[in-house]
Each structure stands twice: as structure tokens, then as C-alpha cells.
């Protein structure tokens, strides 16, 4: 049966994915996957735990683990410290745009940030 929406289900759908390590990335990825424009965003710090995660770690910094790049696929990536305010505002900006937000943060996180 040909598809009526050859880009995906989910074209035109924006999602900034605040997850890390596996349930949140692979779901984000899912979305992805259906043609979501998905913008992963990460700390300045370490980023998400995940990209040093497993075998197929690179040997030189700032590589990333296969599974990283496996959960991570169909997304652009985009690292803010939600901790100042220049953070806050840009991540505010993306998210008017926004149809989804989600995090995995532990409980009151969103809340002080």
C-alpha cells in the first residue's frame, strides 16, 4: 500500500527532547523515526550519560558510543545550560514552537530550573 505522507506520520511535528540514557532517547528516536523534527537538548556539562555508554566508545574525547548514536538517530542536538538565564530563554523560545516537551528528570528538577 503506498503512503499517503512519504515523509512520515509525524511530519511537521517538533519535540525537544530533555532525556537521557535509554526510555526517553528511544522514544524520541521513535518519533524521529515517523519524521517528528525532534531537537535533543543537553546539558553543557557532561551531556547525556549515554555518550560514553557501552562498547564502540571511541578512544579520543568527545566521541560517542554506538549506543548513543542508536537512540539518538533523526535528531538534531542542541546543548543549553538551563541554569542561566541566556539557557532559559533560548530553550523558552524553542519550546513556543514546540508541540511536545518531555524530560526525565527526577521529581522538582523542571521545577527549580
Known sequence: M???????ALEGLRVLDLTRILAGPLCGQMLGDMGADVIKIEDTGAGDYARAMG???????GGDSVFFRLVNRNKKSLRLDLKQAAGVEVFMRLARDADVVFESFRPGVVDKL
Open 2 to 8: 503506498k503512503s499517503e505522507n512519504p515523509q512520515g
Open 55 to 61: 562498547p564502540g566508545v571511541p578512544a579520543n574525547a
